[in-house]
């Protein structure tokens, strides 16, 4: 290990922290042994439903080695987006929080990039590639394995101190710095994710049917929801919170001091009514910078016409 591994190990928590990351942990870059089976297993039960770019660059999923030449350390982070404000359920259609204003894939983006500039600065140039949700980054396994949190049973990142309301990101580098450890799993004998899906998507500890569940029915899933869903989606047109909402740990949950996360004022005025109305040029003006924008007007309004039928 170089000497100054720990030193920047120490410089780029405290940049992340200035940055206004909420956690920062540190893992070596190497093959995900622990997670290829449980990977390989949950393919072959199709859990992934109509997402088949899961099944895409297997090894590279696996191996951050394959993804950013020459890298030795994965650097997780984590960006708090729990809302101050929820906007209002009432004679309304819900949306899952993180969607409630600027696409998060871009402002974490801009942060990340920001931040390796400054680090660039003061360490001297290094190979790095930044990921926000995007590239085949398993990053729950890794912020698990560089201790932000544990995978809790709805199989999202848990922290003690914050629940799990937050956004994960990566740097894969080529720096050599000192690795954390994994922290211990604290849902003991809980099961109110489990039991609060209204769609039996939690199929067992940590495992989730992704067909079954109704972020990927209003987001992922591009042909027509089926009727499984009928009944069952409770008002949910874009996402859905509800393992998240039950979760013991997110009473912890404090609101972000990110402007940009700050719930979009158009959505504070809809209703049910103005949701069965929506045009497609609404749709461009509300949702123009929102991760909303990736289910497109077609499909919102298949999802909302489909909440529609189903309250009939």
Not at 12 to 37: M, N, T, V, Y
Not at 248 to 257: D, E, L, T, V
């Amino acid at each position: 290990m170089n000497a100054g591994a720990e030193k920047y190990s120490e410089l780029i928590k405290s940049k992340a922290k200035s940055f206004g990351f909420q956690s920062c942990g540190i893992s070596r870059a190497d093959f995900l042994e622990e997670d290829a089976p449980h990977l390989e297993k949950w393919l072959k039960n199709n859990y992934n439903g109509e997402m088949k770019y899961m099944e895409n660059h297997f090894d590279k999923r696996l191996d951050p080695r394959l993804l950013v030449e020459g890298s030795k350390s994965v650097i997780s982070l984590s960006y708090n987006y729990f809302p101050e404000e929820k906007i209002s359920i009432l004679e309304n259609f819900k949306i899952s929080k993180y969607a409630y204003a600027e696409d998060y894939h871009e402002v974490i983006k801009e942060i990340l990039r920001e931040m390796v500039a400054e680090l660039q600065e003061e360490i001297g140039e290094f190979g790095f590639r930044v990921f926000v949700d995007s590239a085949p980054v398993m990053e729950r396994a890794w912020a698990k394995k560089s201790g932000i949190g544990w995978v809790g049973k709805n199989a999202n990142l848990i922290t003690k101190q914050s629940g799990s309301f937050y956004f994960l990101a990566e740097i894969i580098c080529d720096l050599e710095l000192i690795p954390d450890h994994a922290t211990t799993d604290h849902c003991g004998s809980c099961r109110k994710c489990i039991d609060a899906c209204p769609t039996d998507a939690i199929v067992s500890e940590k495992i989730i049917d992704g067909s079954r569940c109704i972020s990927y029915a209003t987001i992922e899933l591009k042909n027509e929801i089926p009727d499984y869903f009928k009944n069952k989606m409770e008002d949910w047109m874009f996402g859905c919170d509800i393992c998240q909402d039950v979760c013991p740990w997110n009473r912890f949950s404090a609101p972000n001091k990110q402007s940009r996360f700050q719930p979009n004022e158009a959505l504070k005025n809809f209703k049910k009514g103005e949701w069965k109305e929506l045009t497609q040029e609404i749709f461009s003006e509300i949702f123009r910078k929102s991760p909303v924008k990736r289910t497109k007007f077609a499909g919102l309004k298949r999802n909302i016409e489909f909440l529609q039928k189903s309250s009939d």
